[in-house]
Structures are given as C-alpha cells and as structure tokens.
C-alpha cells in the first residue's frame, strides 16, 4: 500500500491540478519499477494499491525500498518553472495461509502507518 506524504499540502499550497499531476507522476514512477504482471490501483485520495503476484515478502520489501528512495530524490515539472518534490510511505505485507483479503489489508494498513509514524518516505513491512 502506497500513500503520498503531505498529500493534503501540496494541494493546498499548489492547487488541485497540481495534485492530480502528482497522482499520475506517482503511477507513471511506480509503472516503471513494477512487472508486467503486478497491479497498481487506485485505493483512496491518493493511497494505491501495489499488487505483487508470486513475490515473496523479502522481494516487495526491497521493491519498496527502492521505489521510495527513487522517488525522493526525482524532480517533478509542476508548471513551466517551477519544481516539485514529494515523497510516499510504503506498506509491504504478503498472503499467508489462512489470510482472507480483509486480514491482508488490516496488515498492510498497519505497516503503512507504522511507516507514516516512523517519519514517513519511507517502507515498512508486517509479515
């Protein structure tokens, strides 16, 4: 589960336009280090769901990693001048015997705000 640090501010201080650029920036980001197989989805305001067929927890979990530190450091055009940066925390959980969709997603959300109350830009995982 991915959600977009400060969502909420870059709304207000840039517009929503801005905003909506910033979802499809996040999409087109997450697009490029994803599989051809693997399921981005929109989940809320500005929360996607990241679905990872056959992946073990330990490879989600770098994946995340990775996609957050990438998106820390790019540059985004927000108009003609100006630039924009923006960060996401990530929660990586994976499928476990006996789980049903609504244990999963207790999980992930629990490790998405465990990354949010760790500082935020940044992954955590709950096994």
């Known amino acids: 589960m991915v959600d977009i640090d400060h969502f909420k501010a870059i709304n207000d201080r840039h517009g929503h336009p801005v905003g909506d650029r910033v979802l499809c920036a996040l999409v087109t980001m997450l697009r490029e280090h994803v599989r051809r197989g693997d399921l981005i989805a929109r989940w809320g305001g500005e929360e996607f769901a990241v679905v990872l067929p056959s992946a073990t927890l330990r490879a989600a979990f770098a994946k995340a990693k990775a996609v957050v530190a990438t998106l820390a450091r790019r540059e985004w055009s927000v108009d003609g001048a100006a630039q924009l940066r923006f960060t996401m925390s990530v ?37």
Do not use: I, P
Not at 94 to 122: E, F, I, S, T
């Open 91 to 127: 929660g990586a959980t994976a499928w476990r015997d006996g789980d049903d969709a609504a244990a999963v997603l207790l999980r992930v959300d629990r490790a998405l705000y465990q990354a949010k109350d760790g500082g935020r830009n940044r992954a955590s995982k709950l096994a």
